[in-house]
Structures are given as structure tokens and as C-alpha cells.
């Protein structure tokens, strides 16, 4: 069982390397469709995952300059800021209302990330909040060998959608990087690259504290989290292989069709047919 574990948790982290995606996302529903885990104990499990994944992935981002730090040291007061809020209403509002507005900010965040393919909208705070704070940078990219400037624009809303982010985190428990990349690229104007590897980056910090509430709980089996946890490692460092090398048109489609298939998961979740419906 360990050798599929690390299989199945490879090929998610993988995927969620290139996408700068919680693995999570993919690790529970694999653990408790196939390999039937108990709820909390598949999320204790891929908690475990998202922050090996996001250690694996780290270091080459920053030694290639595709992660803003600066900036998802900003984000991410926000980011925090929400899931605490999340925690507070757990339990209050309906399950299918929160999949059903999920599925809809997927939607829509896969409609605005394919129709900036073809007209890119520059940044509109070339001044203001982007400046005091230094977020303005540049990247390396391997597929057109050349580096490429940018600049962030309107902080303020992405940190209010990185506050939305954090808060349906929590409610959903589910990784937030489903919402943080299409947040960086539409609200902030960040290149895909750069959005996936800083949202690499954040991950791994806000799963930890969760992490660390399913450990003082018992819910996190050594046998079950360690394989998927080794297989998070190499299946981080395989997917920010690709990342380096994909050209960021075809990347972006990829997300795209992540996000739809997303969206339709969350639709059917709303209706209670979902393994996820009975994490409440």
C-alpha cells in the first residue's frame, strides 16, 4: 500500500508543482475514493503533503527568481487573516452554499484567466502601494531565454481576494492556491510563472499551522502520511521541472482546464453527490 500511496501522492504533487496548486486538493479525494482513508484522516495526510510539496518546490523557485517573496510576505497577512476568520464560522453557513459559490469563483476565474490569453491587461497601480512597498520585479524565462519585467498592480484588491481565499480555505478545507494564482493574475497582473511559484511558497506556511491542530488531535497516521509525504517531495521537484520549461500560454490552458473540472467537482459537491459532502 506505501509504494501506490507514494505513487498516487506523486502525480498529484506534480501536478500541483506545475500549477503552484495545494496538492491537496487532489491527494484527498485519491485517498478516500481510492484508497477509502477515514475524512480526516486522508486531510491530516495531505496537509502533510502540501507542506513537503511546498518545501520540495521552494528552493529551485527562488534560485531561478520566480517567486516574489516581498509580495507573498504581503499576501499573506491576508491570506492568514482569512482562514482565522474562516475558523470562527466553520459550521454556520450551509456546505452546499459554500460549493456553490466556490464553483462559481472557479468558473469565473477560469473565464477571465483564458480570455487574458489573447488581451493582457498591464497593471493599473504602476503608483501607490506597489511602489512604497518594492513589489515591482523581473523574472528569467527559460522558453523565451530572456528576462522579463513586471509590474504588480492593485494591491489592495488582491489583498482582498487573498482574504476571500484564507476564508473559503478554512470553510472548504480545502489548499487555497486554487484561488491565490487566479488572484495574482488577474487582480495583481502577475505573469503565470511568477503566480505559481510564489503561490508554491505561501501554501506550505498556511497549511503548517492546520497541520499542526491535526497532530495535537492524533489524526495524522506515520504510516499513511509518510509516503505521502516522500511522495510529495519528489513529485514537487518533478513538477517545477516542467514549470521552468512549459511556455506560459500552454500553462496557462492547464490551469484553465484544472479549474473547470474544479468548478464542475464543487457544482456536483453542492448537490451532496461528493466523497467531499461528507467531510461536514
Given at each position: 500500500?506505501?509504494?501506490?500511496l507514494?505513487?498516487?501522492?506523486?502525480?498529484?504533487?506534480?501536478?500541483?508543482?506545475?500549477?503552484?496548486?495545494?496538492?491537496?486538493?487532489?491527494?484527498?479525494?485519491?485517498?478516500?475514493?481510492?484508497?477509502?482513508l477515514?475524512i480526516?484522516e486522508?486531510?491530516?495526510?495531505?496537509?502533510?503533503?502540501?507542506?513537503?510539496?511546498?518545501?520540495?518546490?521552494a528552493?529551485?523557485?527562488l534560485?531561478?527568481?520566480l517567486?516574489?517573496?516581498r509580495?507573498?510576505?504581503?499576501l499573506?497577512?491576508?491570506?492568514t487573516?482569512?482562514?482565522l476568520?474562516?475558523?470562527?464560522f466553520i459550521?454556520r453557513?450551509?456546505t452546499?452554499?459554500?460549493?456553490g459559490?466556490f464553483?462559481?469563483i472557479?468558473?469565473?476565474?477560469?473565464?477571465?484567466?483564458?480570455?487574458?490569453?489573447v488581451?493582457?491587461?498591464?497593471?493599473?497601480?504602476?503608483?501607490?502601494?506597489?511602489?512604497?512597498?518594492?513589489l515591482?520585479?523581473?523574472?528569467?524565462?527559460?522558453?523565451?531565454?530572456?528576462?522579463?519585467?513586471?509590474q504588480?498592480?492593485?494591491?489592495?484588491l488582491?489583498?482582498?481576494?487573498?482574504?476571500?481565499?484564507?476564508?473559503?480555505?478554512?470553510?472548504?478545507?480545502?489548499?487555497?492556491?486554487?484561488?491565490?494564482?487566479?488572484?495574482?493574475?488577474m487582480?495583481?497582473?502577475?505573469p503565470?510563472?511568477?503566480?505559481?511559484?510564489?503561490?508554491?511558497?505561501?501554501?506550505?506556511v498556511?497549511?503548517?499551522?492546520?497541520?499542526g491542530?491535526?497532530?495535537?488531535?492524533?489524526?495524522?497516521?506515520?504510516?499513511i502520511?509518510?509516503?505521502?509525504?516522500?511522495?510529495?517531495?519528489?513529485?514537487a521537484l518533478?513538477?517545477?521541472?516542467?514549470?521552468?520549461?512549459?511556455?506560459?500560454?500552454?500553462?496557462?490552458v492547464?490551469?484553465?482546464?484544472?479549474?473547470s473540472?474544479l468548478?464542475?467537482?464543487m457544482?456536483?459537491?453542492s448537490?451532496?453527490?461528493?466523497?467531499?459532502?461528507?467531510?461536514?
Open positions: 500500500m506505501s509504494a501506490w507514494f505513487i498516487a501522492s506523486f502525480v498529484a504533487s506534480a501536478l500541483g508543482g506545475v500549477l503552484g496548486m495545494a496538492s491537496g486538493i487532489f491527494v484527498v479525494p485519491i485517498l478516500v475514493i481510492a484508497f477509502g477515514d480526516r486522508a486531510i491530516a495526510a495531505s496537509l502533510v503533503s502540501v507542506i513537503a510539496c511546498s518545501c520540495g518546490s528552493a529551485p523557485f534560485k531561478e527568481r517567486t516574489h517573496v509580495l507573498a510576505i504581503v499573506e497577512t491576508a491570506t487573516l482569512g482562514a476568520t474562516g475558523v470562527f459550521g453557513i450551509p452546499a452554499y459554500l460549493y459559490l464553483a462559481l472557479l468558473a469565473l476565474s477560469a473565464r477571465q484567466m483564458l480570455v487574458r490569453r488581451v493582457v491587461v498591464a497593471a493599473t497601480d504602476a503608483q501607490g502601494w506597489a511602489d512604497r512597498l518594492r515591482h520585479s523581473s523574472f528569467p524565462d527559460r522558453a523565451t531565454r530572456q528576462d522579463v519585467p513586471y504588480v498592480g492593485r494591491v489592495p488582491g489583498l482582498v481576494v487573498m482574504y476571500g481565499a484564507g476564508l473559503m480555505s478554512a470553510l472548504l478545507g480545502i489548499g487555497s492556491g486554487v484561488l491565490k494564482i487566479p488572484a495574482m493574475d487582480a495583481l497582473g502577475l503565470i510563472k511568477v503566480s505559481s511559484a510564489t503561490s508554491n511558497f505561501m501554501i506550505g498556511t497549511a503548517a499551522a492546520s497541520a491542530a491535526y497532530f495535537a488531535r492524533g489524526d495524522i497516521n506515520i504510516r502520511a509518510a509516503p505521502v509525504a516522500l511522495g510529495s517531495v519528489v513529485g518533478a513538477g517545477t521541472r516542467v514549470l521552468f520549461n512549459v511556455p506560459a500560454d500552454k500553462l496557462r492547464l490551469f484553465v482546464v484544472v479549474l473540472l468548478a464542475i467537482q457544482l456536483v459537491s448537490c451532496g453527490i461528493s466523497w467531499l459532502a461528507g467531510a461536514r
